[in-house]
């Protein structure tokens, strides 16, 4: 008896703390809209004014947030739309609305994410959806000046190289775009973004170019051009293309995705696991019935929270999502392991089967360095599931380990800053993004040294491979997804040709001489490719050979000057010496003329960042 009253009192105590509890804060939820056509806003920082007490709206525009019982007042702000403070009543319900903020505009142009996108049905998402968008970085509230913590691979700029004496040049594609979206959210947080998160190849391959689709068997098109370089008139510049095969929604293989999501301590942020959730909602809204997913959870260790549910149950998946939170250390490794465990118990053959981890990278338990991670994930790749790495927040951030595993698990690297970008990684390349049509692929050219005196790569530091790689099955490579472009740049500096770039002196033992093949020949270079099916494991071939037409760089395409222009705005970010005095200036004018056709504003958004660059180098 006397045990059963205590018990008794015990629950009752529970009770009342559980009562003051709730009585000392109250829930308030509503809807973020737009003044000018009414259209939900997603990624709308939430923020109780004076406190640390904060949230972001979700893909359909509704918040939730907790409150004192007290009150206060609710900061709604993103950058391109008026901040607006609003004063909590007595109701639970709140609903926004927010004006575009002229003056940060300018002469941003925001119609091409004005448009309404596909509605769901109120069961799936518990509202309509409609993505309407500013061009530029949510969140300035929260915006602090970035740690030293964040960590960046080393990338040692690729030089000039003899073509007589080393003609070949090897290398594997990247299609990672993450590169591009942390140097923007840099950028727009008013800072120079550091010279090793610049890789020039991701910011040229963030962008779509209007290449023809392929028309023979094998699953891409192969593009060359060639003209002056911008940067340097005595310099040629080539233009390498790849356009991967679309397939259509309907037509792609079923997919066994398994969500590995880092929940621990460091996710806390609002531009992390919240962030992350709204992503993650956007992707289970592009799922189809045949599609499965699984989510998978680490923190201080890992666990299975979603078992694999079908696409059509669009709900329960955003439901487990919903009650993800934060806490605790970051037992990335032991999550991976689970991640690819529960991919291989429901793989899909012939089917698309893909971890997608979701991380700041900060790993601090288990296996967590670099070398590790690579081996790691080196042997998790072999069972054919592929890898795709999102990588979110700011200050702890670790690009060095997403981008290693990326690259070493058969996948792709994209940075999420903002619900736009997640839009545009997840349901505008919701194909390239997740389903591979090609994997292993790598590029060999053999300059021509009748007509070449010296060459250089731009960018793609970090994918060089071995001249024997080219021919090796068993070296790893870069991977293409459904509709994917990928493009690399050459600087050539023709024969005959004096640049204070590349100078070498004559070999006092041996005198390299030109063949009768080279001299006779009228071709600059021979760009060979070699690819495997995703399920392959013996390469194709594919061989290209590029003859120069003396063209005029204002008769290029836009294709030529558009990359062209954003690789010079990366070497200008990372002070390279072969910019040779080009400036902010000539680059804004070089893309203007070579914006084309740009519904989703990614085009006019790049020339107001090289804007504001060129103001902050001014100053």
Known sequence: MFMKRILITLVMALLCLSVLHAQSSREITGLVTSVEDGAALPGVNVVLKGTSIGTVTNVAG???????????????SFIG??????????????????????????????????????????????????????MHIPYQ????????????????????????KD?????????????????????NNGQQPPKDAVRIEELINYFDYDYAQPSSEHPFNIITEISTAPWNEKHKLVHIGLQGKSIATENLPPSN??????????????????????????????????DYVSIVVYAGAAGLVLEPTSGKEKNKIVAALDKLQAGGSTAGGAGIQLAYSVAEQHFKKEGNNRVI????????????????????????????VFLTVLGFGMGNYKDSKMEILADKGNGNYAYIDNITEAKKVLVNEFGGTLFTIA?????????????????????????????????????????????????????VIPVGVKSDFFSVDPLKYQKPALSNT??????????????????????????????????????????????????????????????????????????????????????????????????????
Do not use: C
């Not at 929260?142 to 000039?160: A, C, I, K, L």
């Not at 967590?368 to 069972?383: A, H, T, V």
């Open 518 to 619: 080279a001299s006779q020949s009228d071709e600059l270079m021979t760009v060979k490719f070699r690819y495997k099916q995703p399920d392959g494991e013996v390469s194709k071939l594919i061989v290209h050979s590029l003859k120069d037409r003396e063209t005029l760089l204002a008769n290029t395409s836009n294709n030529f000057r558009w990359s062209a222009a954003v690789a010079a705005f990366g070497m200008l970010l990372r002070e390279s010496e072969y910019a040779n005095q080009y400036s902010y200036d000539r680059v804004v004018d070089l893309a203007k003329g070579a914006r084309g056709k740009d519904d989703e504003g990614y085009r006019i958004e790049f020339i107001k960042m090289v804007q504001s660059m060129g103001l902050m180098a001014r100053k």
């Open 141 to 164: 509230d929260y915006v602090q000046p970035v740690p030293d913590t964040e960590e960046y691979e080393g990338v040692s700029e690729n030089v000039f190289k003899d073509a007589l």
């Open 62 to 76: 509704y918040y939730t947030i907790q409150v004192p019982i007290s009150g206060g007042t609710l900061v709604f």
């Open 357 to 384: 981890l979701a991380t700041d990278g900060d790993f601090n338990v288990g296996a967590s360095s670099n070398e590790s991670m690579e081996q790691l994930i080196e042997q998790k790749r072999k069972s054919g």
């Open 81 to 134: 739309l008026q901040t607006k403070e609003v004063k909590i009543g007595k109701l639970d319900i709140l609903n926004v609305t927010l004006s575009l903020d002229v003056s940060q505009l300018s002469e941003v142009v925001v119609t091409g994410y004005g448009r309404a996108n596909k509605r769901l049905s109120k069961e799936e998402t518990g509202a309509p959806v409609s993505m309407h968008q500013s």
């Open 167 to 187: 003609p070949l040049s090897t290398f594997s594609i990247d299609v990672d775009e993450a590169s591009y979206s942390n140097v923007r959210r840099f950028i």
């Open 257 to 290: 995705l398994v969500f590995l999501i880092d929940v621990s301590g460091s996710m806390s942020d609002v531009n992390k696991l919240p962030l992350l959730k709204s992503s993650f909602t956007m992707l289970v809204n592009e799922l189809r019935p045949q």
């Open 439 to 491: 994997k292993d692929v790598k590029l060999q050219v053999e300059f021509n040294p009748a007509k070449v005196s010296a060459y250089r790569l731009i960018g793609y530091e970090n994918r060089m491979l071995k001249t024997e790689d080219f021919n090796n099955d068993k070296k790893d490579a870069g991977e293409l997804g459904s509709g994917h472009t990928v493009t690399a740049l050459y600087e």
